[in-house]
């Protein structure tokens, strides 16, 4: 098993480009989340989503889009990037179990000028 | 919507010293988990606690839920070098296992 992945995994935009970043897991999870990390302030839920066809807001959404056709797949869309956006993403799936452990991928490190 | 304050946000321990950091909520929590996250790596699961003052060890690590479940402490007993990183606590607050982390503690072990 790959667990999740995340591609790119660096990326440098200038402000007003649109890009759109990629997670898939290959654990059958329902639960997939989109995170970012800024220093000093931990990580901030963007979207999440419950199952195929279903996704929500967290607590950052503003300027991200994202779907959720697959299981497998949770990709996230910055719309137009800006420099606030400047930040280090990181995607989550879990399982349904008792145990709420959330798989994290390697991370995109993202910089927008 | 709920939050999670975690202390201190750095430590700087000697090799060989004990290291705490501490989570604590105004609310009480249905659960309480705790990540690990190495210098440019992505945050690890380290344990899940449910239920009131309940109490876990991994090796060095002892992990505790408050008897009111609105606080948990991380303790690393005699740190090595193997601990560097930043110790997240998070609880899961709505459906669907929607997370929310605390800012995290950064240790750092000199030796």
């Known amino acids: 098993n790959a667990g999740v992945t995340q591609t790119p995994k660096f990326q440098v935009l200038k402000t007003g480009q649109s890009m759109t970043l990629q997670c898939a897991q290959d654990?059958?999870?329902?639960?997939m989340s989109w995170y970012r990390q800024d220093p000093g302030m931990g990580l901030r839920l963007i979207h999440y989503s419950v199952g195929a066809g279903i996704t929500d807001q967290g607590e950052v959404p503003n300027g991200y889009n994202v779907s959720r056709s697959t299981t497998e797949d949770f990709p996230l869309r910055l719309l137009s990037a800006a420099p606030s956006q400047t930040s280090v993403y990181f995607c989550a799936s879990s399982g349904t179990g008792a145990i709420n452990e959330q798989f994290f991928g390697p991370g995109t490190r993202l910089t927008v000028l | 919507g709920q939050q999670v304050m975690q202390i201190p946000q750095y430590q700087h321990v000697q090799e060989g010293e004990d290291f705490t950091t501490y989570c604590n909520s105004s609310t009480t929590l249905s659960n309480i988990q705790w990540y690990k996250q190495r210098p440019g790596g992505h945050p690890v699961f380290l344990i899940q606690?449910?239920?009131?003052?309940e109490v876990k060890k991994q090796k060095r690590l002892t992990f505790q839920f408050g008897e009111a479940k609105k606080n948990s402490s991380l303790h690393i007993t005699a740190t090595q070098t193997t601990d560097v990183g930043t110790y997240f606590c998070?609880?899961?607050?709505?459906?669907?296992?929607?997370?929310?982390f605390g800012t995290g503690t950064q240790l750092k072990v000199e030796l």
């Open positions: 606690l449910v239920k009131s003052g």
């Open positions: 654990m059958n999870h329902e639960y």
């Open positions: 998070a609880t899961v607050t709505g459906g669907g296992n929607k997370l929310t």
